[in-house]
Each structure stands twice: as C-alpha cells, then as structure tokens.
C-alpha cells in the first residue's frame, strides 16, 4: 500500500531563517505530488504541483521554491522566512487511474511556527 | 467568486440528528468530486467520492447535482465523533492542479 512520510512535523523558526521540508511517498511510481498551506482555522492553498522529477508548477507567487529531485521525493523550501509563513505545511499524492482519478491522499502535515 | 463555495459554519447539533451540508462549483467542466474530513490539527482524510447516481457509506450520503453545480453530504444519526470540518473537493481531469478546495465546514456534535 502506498504511504506519504514528511518530516519534520513540527518546527519552529526565527523570521529570516532558511526552510527545509521534505516529503516521500513510497508504495507507487510516478505519482503527482502537491504542497498546500493551511492557516489557521482556514482553508487549504495550494502551492506547488509537480507532475515528474524536476517539473514543478508554482500556483502563488511566494518566497518559497519546491524541487522534485527523486520521483517519490518533493521538497519544499525558503531562503528567509517570513511571519506569514506560518502555517500548517501539507504534502499530498494523487492516484490516477481509471475511476480513482485524482483522488488525493495527504501526509501527516508540518505545523510550522515562524516568530 | 470562489470556485468552490461552502457554508464555513459552524453546525451546533445534538448526538442523533440529521445534518446536510451543500457545496457548490463554478466550474461546469469539472469532472470528479469528492468529501473529506478534517480533525484539528490533523491532515484531512477521504471520507468519500460523489457519484452522478448518489452513493452512501453507512450513515454518510453524497450526492451531485451537475445542472445545479453542487454536491452535498448528509450524515444521519450523528455521533460525536463525526466533530471535525468537512471539505468538499472539486477536480477536472484536465490538470493536475485543478483539484479545488473548499474552506470546509465545521460540524460540531453535542451530547
């Protein structure tokens, strides 16, 4: 079966600080991957969707940037953070066959605090 | 306005009632449909795609309307465990990032 992992699931940064998040998904190949936002008591923003390794698509200006530099590994990442960029971090996969098409399936979420 | 469009709440109700929820989309071309369920502080979770012809998973019922634009979940004989913010989901085949979000509604269950 497949399983999306991210880490880490909570972390705290000064403003101005870089930013790493990594997710992997294991159990399938080629799958699409998306980063979403989610502030508090809000709805979900998408970020980023990649759709192969080095294909990203940028959904909202930000100063953030994605890579894919594996097939099942999408990475997430700031060179200076913002207060604004808090926020509660998703990583999300899809399967796409048949009547399944486009179901998602997210990871576990990184709850990111920037102070 | 937004492409998917949901009541936020929140639904106050007792353990045993019947609740509905609606959604409605803009976009007429969009092509598959789902709900999910969200804890606090949890990652949302599939509870279940809708279908043209209506489908039901135990005490969950989804419905589309396509000529109206919306979608709606009714849950019958609520638990208290059913607390948590429902998501409606809007997808079109023709893109990967067409899958659309709503804000979600929050349901709360009281004893």
């Known amino acids: 079966s497949q399983t999306i992992h991210q880490w880490p699931a909570t972390l705290v940064q000064p403003v101005g600080s870089p930013l790493s998040l990594e997710c992997t998904v294991e159990?399938?190949?080629?799958?699409?991957l998306y980063w979403y936002r989610q502030a508090a008591g809000r709805g979900l923003q998408l970020l980023f969707y990649?759709?192969?390794?080095?294909?990203i698509s940028s959904e909202v200006p930000q100063n953030l940037s994605a890579s894919r530099p594996q097939d099942r590994q999408f990475i997430l990442s700031s060179k200076k953070l913002l207060l604004s960029d808090s926020g509660f971090y998703l990583c999300?996969?899809?399967?796409?066959?048949?009547?399944?098409?486009?179901?998602?399936?997210f990871g576990p979420g990184t709850r990111l605090t920037v102070l | 306005r937004k492409e998917v469009e949901q009541d936020p709440g929140p639904f106050n109700v007792p353990e045993g009632a019947t609740v509905a929820f609606n959604c409605t989309y803009s976009?007429?071309?969009?092509?598959?449909f789902f709900w999910y369920r969200q804890d606090c502080r949890k990652e949302p979770k599939l509870l279940m795609s809708?279908?043209?012809s209506g489908n039901e998973d135990g005490r969950f019922t989804a419905q589309l309307n396509r000529a109206s634009q919306y979608i709606s979940l009714l849950i019958r004989d609520s638990k208290l465990s059913d607390s948590a913010t429902y998501l409606c989901?809007?997808?079109?085949?023709?893109?990967?990032?067409?899958?659309?979000f709503g804000s979600g509604t929050r349901l709360s269950i009281r004893p």
């Open positions: 999300a996969w899809t399967v796409d066959y048949g009547s399944a098409k486009l179901r998602q399936f």
């Open positions: 159990g399938t190949s080629n799958p699409n």
């Open positions: 990649s759709v192969g390794i080095g294909q």
């Open positions: 976009n007429s071309a969009s092509q598959s």
């Open positions: 809708v279908y043209s």
């Open positions: 989901v809007v997808n079109s085949y023709s893109s990967a990032s067409k899958i659309i």
